[in-house]
């Protein structure tokens, strides 16, 4: 087998982290376009392994799963802000924090979080007011926050404190933008970066702090991810350090991904009108009747479905799934090998940081039609059954797949959905979008709409 596969050289000490952090989507691209499905390059001190055939996907993330590992970057700031929580822990107590933690995520479960959502999803749209002008991600994310605190905390959380989590979101996210000289600077350095990004993650733990110790002595009875993990700890299986962990990574990882995939939603259905016209006809089709229904003769005109009516939004459907294939949140997931292995010929070696970039294998043309285009209906089963399984993987696959996936589905269904049935969302920002990378893939300016009642 060949030793090593092609890639672009760099410079030293830094390797290709000066390209790769200016523009990694396009630098991605460049490397798939010039080397193939494996591919070669650096990040600071380490060599890392490009795979984008859905092949190579499968195998890492299912068939041969145990033999990659979640990715150790080596860097504090991360395990100081998630710990061993579900998104970062490994081995037998990974396996037993997700099978403690399944009960929460079920889909009998989720279809009983439906009426939450959309009324938290109406209280927010009673706040918009026809012809106003909006940050619609900043609004988006509050009303996640919102939703994810009550589904999985079983409490509420109030205005304030929203706003508090949403203006310390900022210096945490600054912190993971790929950046060449961060690479020496340990995360000790009293930096101006390091000091703002610390500051922000302790008054995050102070939120989810306040939030567990609200719950304390009500567990008994509750169906949500913080009651399971207190019943745990009363059991003696769970530290007060690992509630935090697992409370943290449920805060940040389980509002952030819906917040953004919805906000690209929006502003593709800002950019192609006739997408939006259809997915407005499905939602007045589907939820029309609710305007004959009680709470409609009650004075309540707010259109809100119910988890029969999310199975009939078929196109609502397509368009989140369109969104996310081509606006993915979470734009490439990193392993590391625990054994040398073979990929495409070439050797990877043990330890190895492997790549699949779903920015990628999402937008190849070897496996989409038109792959740049905005299309949910190539969402159509006539259109999808060949196409390969892991060309799409925007929670992952295999295993470690994301807990939430269930759950993140139908809430953007249920918000979209009641969005659409009241307002239309009109673009009054670029068309053309630019990314910050940091965990999740961001906008970099503002996505702004107007608001029109419909």
Request: proline share 6%; aromatic share 8%; hydrophobic share 35%.
């Amino acid at each position: 087998m060949r030793a090593q596969p092609p890639g672009p050289s760099g410079y030293p000490v830094v390797g290709n982290t000066y390209h790769y952090a200016r523009d990694p989507f396009s630098f991605m691209d460049a490397v798939r376009r010039a080397y193939g499905d494996v591919a070669r390059f650096t990040l600071g001190p380490v060599d890392a392994y490009m795979l984008s055939n859905p092949d190579d996907v499968e195998r890492v993330l299912v068939t041969e799963e145990p033999t990659f590992r979640k990715a150790d970057f080596g860097d504090e700031a991360v395990h100081a802000l998630l710990g061993k929580g579900l998104l970062l822990s490994e081995g037998t107590f990974w396996e037993e924090q997700r099978r403690l933690a399944q009960p929460a995520f079920t889909m009998g479960r989720v279809s009983g979080l439906v009426e939450t959502m959309a009324e938290k999803t109406a209280a927010t749209l009673d706040e918009w007011t026809d012809g106003e002008t909006m940050n619609v991600h900043l609004e988006l994310a509050r009303l996640t926050v919102e939703i994810i605190v009550e589904a999985m905390f079983g409490t509420e959380i109030d205005e304030r404190t929203v706003r508090t989590v949403q203006d310390n979101l900022e210096p945490l996210g600054a912190r993971f933008e790929p950046d060449p000289i961060r690479f020496l600077v340990p995360s000790w350095v009293p930096s101006a970066e390091n000091r703002e990004y610390y500051d922000a993650l302790s008054t995050l733990e102070g939120v989810v702090e306040d939030l567990i110790e609200r719950r304390r002595g009500t567990e008994a009875e509750g169906t949500d991810f913080l009651s399971i993990l207190l019943r745990a700890q009363a059991r003696g299986d769970q530290t007060d350090r690992q509630l935090r962990d697992e409370m943290m990574t449920m805060l940040l990882a389980g509002h952030d991904t819906t917040a953004l995939t919805l906000t690209y939603a929006f502003h593709q259905l800002g950019c192609h009108p006739e997408v939006e016209r259809r997915l407005h006809e499905e939602v007045d089709r589907v939820l029309g009747d609710a305007q004959t229904s009680e709470s409609a003769r009650a004075g309540d005109e707010r259109l809100r479905p119910t988890m029969a009516d999310l199975r009939d939004l078929e196109y609502t459907e397509r368009v989140l799934k369109e969104t996310m294939r081509l606006l993915p949140p979470v734009y490439t997931l990193f392993r590391q090998a625990n054994a040398d292995v073979r990929v495409g010929g070439y050797r990877v070696p043990k330890d190895a940081l492997v790549m699949l970039p779903q920015w990628v294998v999402h937008r190849d043309p070897a496996y989409w039609d038109d792959p740049e285009t905005f299309d949910p209906d190539r969402w159509l089963p006539e259109r999808s059954r060949d196409r390969h399984r892991y060309a799409y993987f925007p929670f992952g696959a295999g295993p470690r797949h994301c807990i939430g996936k269930q759950f993140s589905m139908v809430e953007a269904k249920v918000i979209a959905s009641t969005i659409a049935g009241r307002f239309s969302l009109e673009l009054v920002s670029d068309a053309d979008l630019s990314f910050r990378p940091s965990l999740t893939m961001h906008p970099r300016d503002p996505v702004e709409v107007r608001v029109h009642e419909r």
